[in-house]
């Protein structure tokens, strides 16, 4: 029975199976269905994409391609709808091309009122916003960024009740933060940075949901003096680059959940009284630098015990720093430069495992307070000390900070040598000594530090060699050893520095020639070299700038990652040199990426100037004065066209200034004097604008009648040699005539009383013959 009841239970469930393909469980057990996009919805995405031009669409994004009646709108790109209304609820259509659309108040965008996501962030808007934004009253986060958007904000954005998120960062908006704006009492992140609004914040009290809040860069111009206290939830409080005024806000110091404070760049004056401080305050961050600030630093800056960032920079502090900012244990970052301090500097500063930034530069201390001791988990990275009164000598203990990556000592009166153990801090990339009593030989230890980008040595007593470790430092970038006492012959090994843009060797004892056959490669990262005042001696090739190719190629900011002025890569600081610039002893701060110059001044070159300068047509700066040139003014120097100061004065050039030279349009200042150069001076405005002094020395130079007086105007001498192009086309006819009278006229002469004799005595010589 059982064999013969298989068939029939295996029927059965073949039955069971094909009932449930036909009916299938029921509805619970399934998937709920997607609605659709409203029609509605759908009509005013494409009314929004017709006032979005298709031709301007971003290629990468393709933002609204997918926008087309034959898919539904909810799957379009950038567009998310409600589950089950098919309403659409978010936007984004960040950094879509919009060839500068302004938004109307018809757009087809305020027919979307179920939004509550809209990011329309660079997008190339420009105009006003348009008042119907706040039609949107489901709108959670807006974010009109980086646009062009001006005018002022409409009052209405005070519907827009449920906003938490506003960013109106890089616009061009002006007046004052609408009252209207108190309505926004779930608003936690508000950034405005970037316009130039004007005004107070008296309104921003009242939002008392505020978690971040960014003011920066605007032109808020009035004192912060309302009560921020009841700000509960703000975390971050940024508000630098304004003009705000007064005393310091210290209501925020009573806010518990602050961790940052920046207000630096604006007016704010007085002693820096921080006020009734939270005993559970997190700060961590305190920035008012580039203020009015006066007064002692209050020793209650100790009771932020969280504080990892103190910036009271550029501010007028005066008086010692207080001990008790050594208890700030949690301490990263501190910076007291640009004030007004002095005494000693607080050794308990070195004790310190946690800082890894000091800056106390442009100040008076006078000391350190002994004994300083350095902990052997002490974590600095950076020390500027420069610009001080420190009449010390050289600390040693630094070389036991062996992360030290930043030294600045410089504009200080340090004496002694720079001790060897130096070669200890291996993570050094930036050494600033210059501009103190500091004696001695430059120590033999830079093979240990392989990641020096920098050395400034300049204006000290040094003496003995250069180094020749530094030909491992292949990442310099600087080297300046100027005014020092150094006995050495040109360096030829600092050409494998690939790198090395800026070499200085000025008004030391380095002798002999700059050029060797065998060894010299030339420079080809070079953008500024120095090498005045020595004892250099002999000629230079033709070829001899043939491989200086950084200062034939154009640099720009737009095509390069680097600062535009010369430093490090992080920006953290900027290369300065002095420099004899159009005549004058200058001190440059900072120095231009664009920047290129030759100074082989005051040495003993002779020859000809190397034709190949020529070919360095970014150079802005050439001073080869007091040498012994001789020979023309190569032509080739009329392609420098960026040039900006030429000096090639006491030397023994001959020969005329090449016309060309009166093209250069950015020349400004031009020095040829005491050399040997006759002929026409270039009339172009850059010549005839300089002093009479840049020509004088030279006998047979004419031309000079707008830049000198009567009495040293010369004029051309006519000699057998060619007549010169530039005498006017008026005289040139008259002259030749002369000339060509004196020549004929005796042979006219002479032709006439010959022709008499012949014919008088002519039968008398036939017959003679």
Not at 143 to 157: A, Y
Not at 266 to 274: I, K, M, S, T
Not at 442 to 450: A, D, I, K, Q, V
Not at 488 to 494: K, R
Request: glycine fraction near 8%; charged fraction near 15%; proline fraction near 5%.
């Amino acid at each position: 029975m059982m064999i013969r009841s298989q068939p029939y239970c295996f029927r059965g469930i073949v039955t069971i199976c094909f009932f449930f393909f036909l009916h299938p469980l029921p509805n619970t057990f399934a998937s709920p269905t997607r609605s659709l996009c409203r029609h509605d919805q759908r009509d005013a995405l494409l009314e929004l994409k017709k006032e979005f031009p298709s031709h301007t669409l971003n290629d990468k994004l393709a933002t609204t391609l997918s926008w087309n009646k034959s898919v539904d709108c909810c799957s379009w790109w950038g567009v998310t709808c409600d589950d089950v209304l098919g309403q659409v609820i978010s936007l984004e259509l960040q950094s879509y091309s919009t060839a500068n659309t302004s938004l109307k108040a018809s757009s087809g965008l305020f027919k979307l009122q179920h939004l509550r996501h809209l990011d329309l962030s660079d997008c190339s808007l420009h105009g006003e916003i348009p008042s119907s934004i706040g039609n949107l009253s489901h709108l959670t986060y807006l974010d009109l960024s980086f646009n062009q958007f001006i005018g002022e904000v409409p009052p209405s954005i005070g519907n827009l009740n449920q906003l938490r998120y506003l960013s109106l960062w890089s616009n061009d908006l002006k007046g004052n933060i609408p009252t209207s704006m108190v309505n926004l009492t779930k608003l936690s992140d508000l950034d405005v940075k970037g316009n130039q609004f004007t005004g107070g914040v008296i309104i921003l009290a009242n939002l008392t949901s505020l978690s971040e809040l960014n003011l920066s860069y605007n032109n808020f111009n009035s004192s912060i003096s309302v009560d921020l206290s009841g700000l509960h939830n703000l975390k971050r409080f940024i508000g630098d680059g304004n003009s705000f005024f007064g005393p310091f806000p210290s209501s925020l110091l009573m806010i518990s959940s602050l961790r940052m404070i920046t207000l630096g760049g604006n007016q704010l004056e007085g002693p820096l009284d921080l006020g009734n401080m939270s005993s559970s305050s997190n700060l961590g961050s305190l920035d008012v630098s580039y203020n009015k600030f006066s007064g002692l630093i209050p020793p209650s800056i100790s009771k932020l015990h969280s504080l990892a960032v103190l910036d009271l920079s550029h501010n007028n502090f005066k008086g010692i720093v207080p001990r008790s900012i050594s208890s700030l244990v949690n301490l990263t970052s501190l910076d007291l430069s640009y004030n007004k301090l002095e005494g000693q500097i607080p050794s308990l500063l070195w004790r310190s495992s946690t800082l890894w930034s000091l800056e106390l530069s442009h100040n008076m201390f006078s000391s350190f307070n002994k004994p300083v001791e350095v902990v052997d988990g002490a974590s600095l990275r950076e020390l500027r000390l420069g610009s001080n009164s420190l009449q010390v000598p050289f600390p040693h203990w630094i070389c036991k900070l062996k992360d030290l990556s930043a030294l600045d000592l410089s504009n200080n009166q340090f004496t002694g040598s720079i001790p060897q153990c130096l070669k200890n801090a291996t993570s050094l990339t930036e050494i600033r000594l210059q501009n103190n009593s500091l004696s001695g030989f430059l120590p033999e230890s830079f093979s240990n530090l392989t990641g020096l980008k920098s050395l400034d040595v300049s204006h000290n007593d040094l003496v003995g060699k250069l180094p020749r470790s530094l030909i491992h430092c292949k990442l310099m970038r600087l080297l300046n050893v100027d005014g020092n006492k150094i006995n050495d012959t040109f360096p030829f090994w600092l050409g494998s520095l690939q790198i090395l843009k800026i070499l200085v060797l000025r008004s030391n004892a380095f002798h002999g020639p700059v050029y060797n056959t065998t060894t010299y490669l030339g420079f080809r990262g070079m953008r500024i070299i120095n090498i005045a005042n020595n004892n250099f001696v002999g000629s230079l090739p033709k070829d001899y700038f043939a491989n200086w190719t950084e200062m034939s190629i154009v640099w720009s900011n737009e095509d390069s990652p680097e600062s535009e002025y010369m430093g490090d890569d992080s920006h953290m600081y900027e290369d300065s040199i002095d420099l004899v610039y159009k005549g004058v002893e200058t001190d440059f701060k900072r120095i231009f990426q664009a920047f290129k110059a030759i100074d082989f001044s005051g040495n003993r070159f002779s020859g000809h100037i190397p034709g190949s300068i020529g070919e360095l047509n970014e150079l802005r700066f050439l001073n080869l004065s007091g040498n012994a040139f001789t020979g023309n003014i190569p032509p080739s120097l009329s392609n420098l066209a960026k040039l900006e100061a030429l000096d090639l004065s006491r030397n023994n050039l001959s020969g005329e200034i090449p016309q060309g030279l009166g093209k250069l349009s950015f020349l400004s200042y031009i020095n040829f004097s005491h050399n040997h150069l006759r002929g026409l001076v270039p009339q172009s405005t850059q010549f005839q604008s300089q002093k009479c002094s840049s020509f004088m020395g030279n006998s047979r130079l004419y031309g000079l009648e707008k830049m000198c007086n009567e009495n040293h105007v010369n004029v051309p001498v006519l000699t057998s040699q060619p007549l010169q192009e530039s005498l006017s086309d008026s005289k040139e006819p008259v002259l030749n005539w002369i000339v060509a009278a004196i020549a004929y006229g005796p042979g006219v002469f002479c032709g006439l009383v010959l022709g008499h004799i012949f014919t008088s005595h002519k039968h008398e010589w036939f017959i003679a013959r």
